[in-house]
């Protein structure tokens, strides 16, 4: 699992690993590993100013260690973020407010997951009251918009995920519960935009994992078109894209770019990605977006996994935003980005 680990703050890397530019369709892909350890490395989140969070870290034989990482992407702009006395730290979330809000979560030494908001260096645990007393306990926080609202999960007493926002402010939690016809066992919120849009992923009784947009309490079930069964919803930004990951035919994880406004996807691999499993993953999976539509997330390659940062040749004019949806369409927790 992705946990947090020791007392305190890792001083700054010495260096940056950083591949070639390689091209792919409309994108221009770029490898950032943290040489803390440059064998398993994940992107998961980059706000308007190129600031990405992330980790490293296998959560086994090298525990999870967050971070952020800031443009330009070179020497001595890796800043740890570890939350205070924990085993293991992912962080997962960033929004684009003048001093960025982080969110993730952490492990201690029970193996149990809490939510974190980072505010300045400032952190707050976060854990939902509707959580059963089990051990290990389950609270990730995954997205957060600049209002201060953010989007994520607990399990239940049954192992299953439910969805719920966070208010930072009021430190209040409300649930997302799917319509009775969407046959939700798990439910996963993974990131809210600043119109309050969320979206994530769910799981049917069929065993089947969708992606869901949440418009106000207007739901919306959709899958990949090449998707085999599995499509999750992993980020959005305030011009109607969400990205995220479907597996193929052969099992094969593939980066996706869903426009809203356009009602259509698109493919989107790392051209270094492998079909050879590195620490259980393989290919690309995306896991965020920000508004000048910059990708990151990670890929397998034949030994190792490796943060990602792909960047439009020309860049998309945004849509007209997500005010509203008009989506028609069939309307999970699977996970995303290695969670235990």
């Known amino acids: ?51 990405i969070a ?56 029970n193996n149990n997951n809490f939510g974190f908001v980072n505010q300045g260096g400032s952190f707050t645990s976060v854990f ?6 089990a051990t290990p306990s389950v609270n990730q926080l995954l997205g957060v918009n600049n209002s201060g609202v953010a989007a994520g999960f607990y399990v239940d007493g049954a192992g299953n995920a439910q969805a719920y926002l966070y208010n930072i402010m009021g430190m209040t939690f409300t649930a997302i519960t799917l319509p009775g016809s969407f046959s939700a066992a798990m439910t996963t919120a993974t990131g809210i935009n ?10 049917d009784g069929g065993g089947v994992t969708h992606g869901f947009i949440d418009n106000g309490g207007s739901f919306t079930s959709l899958d990949d078109p090449n998707a085999n069964g599995n499509t999750e919803f992993l980020g959005l930004n305030n011009n109607g894209y969400i990205v995220g990951s479907f597996l193929d035919a052969s099992d094969m994880t593939n980066g996706l770019l869903y426009n809203i406004g356009s009602n259509s996807w698109q493919t989107v691999d790392d051209p270094s990605q492998s079909a ?16 000048k539509n910059q990708l990151v997330g990670f890929y397998s390659d034949v030994t190792n996994v490796n943060g990602f940062l792909a960047t439009t040749v020309t860049p998309e004019p945004g849509s007209a935003g997500l005010v509203t949806l ?3 369409g069939a309307w999970y927790a699977k996970r995303r980005h290695r969670r235990t």
């Open 128 to 133: 939902n009251p509707a959580t059963p007393a």
């Open 54 to 109: 992330g980790y490293f870290g296998d959560g086994m034989a090298q525990p999870n260690k967050g971070y952020t990482l800031s443009s330009p992407y070179g020497l001595g702009n890796y800043t740890n973020e570890n939350f205070p006395g924990s085993v293991q730290t992912q962080v997962v979330g960033i929004n684009n407010n003048a001093s960025p809000i982080t969110v993730g979560f952490w492990i201690d030494g």
């Open 276 to 291: 050879t499993p590195a620490f259980g993953v393989t290919g690309t999976t995306i896991n965020g977006i920000n508004d």
């Open 1 to 51: 699992m992705k946990s947090v680990s020791g007392v305190g703050l890792f001083s700054a890397v010495a260096l940056l690993c950083v591949s070639p530019g390689l091209q792919a369709g409309a994108y221009t892909f770029q490898t950032l590993d943290n040489p803390g350890d440059p064998a398993f490395n994940q992107l998961l989140g980059i706000n308007n100013g190129g600031t």
């Open 194 to 203: 600043n119109a309050g849009i969320v979206v994530g992923f769910y799981t």
């Open 326 to 328: 008009a989506l028609a």
